[in-house]
């Protein structure tokens, strides 16, 4: 998440509402991470390469408290999605961008390179994932667990993602 820590966002809602059950959903497959987000909290973790039809099984088992690991855990060919793919890490980086909704222009300023400089990875990740245009790699991205940056959650959201949560 942009401006907020997903294990403070999470110390937050357990704080805030201790009988809500929470289930994070993040990128990271990080063994650590995961075990840091059950530490602070967390009835479930799903990995966002998860198969989106085991999504709501995956949910009801963290939930019920049968699930015992973290869920949608990338096999070998996805952690190599990029690599298969003939990514370099600046195209990599770029595609994340991309994902996160960054213009040509905002890429370049992050990145200190021109908009043209954009243009050009850009044309090459196209290329290498055979995909006609950003919202196309986009997805490519986020289907292959590549990025998952969350926007910024604020206060209001959580209480009102809590209360749902306690009202379903």
Not at 74 to 90: F, H, I, K, N, Y
Request: charged share 25%.
């Amino acid at each position: 998440m942009k401006d907020l820590d997903g294990l403070v966002c999470l110390d937050r809602i357990v704080a805030r509402h201790p009988a809500t059950k929470v289930v994070v959903l993040s990128v990271s497959s990080d063994p650590d991470v995961i075990q840091a987000a059950f530490d602070h909290g967390a009835c479930g973790y799903l990995v966002k390469s998860i198969d989106l039809a085991e999504v709501v099984s995956a949910i009801k088992q963290a939930l019920d408290g049968t699930a015992y690991e973290a869920v949608g855990l990338p096999t070998l060919g996805q952690e190599s999605a990029a690599s298969a793919a003939g990514l370099t890490d600046r195209e990599l980086t770029i595609l994340n961008g991309v994902a996160r909704g960054l213009s040509n222009q905002a890429l370049g300023r992050e990145l200190w390179v021109t908009e043209q400089t954009i243009k050009f990875h850009l044309t090459n990740v196209y290329r290498k994932l055979r995909v006609a245009n950003r919202t196309e790699a986009a997805r490519w991205a986020f289907t292959h667990g590549l990025v998952g940056e969350a926007e910024p959650v604020d206060d209001l959201l959580l209480d009102r993602a809590a209360a749902a949560a306690r009202a379903g």
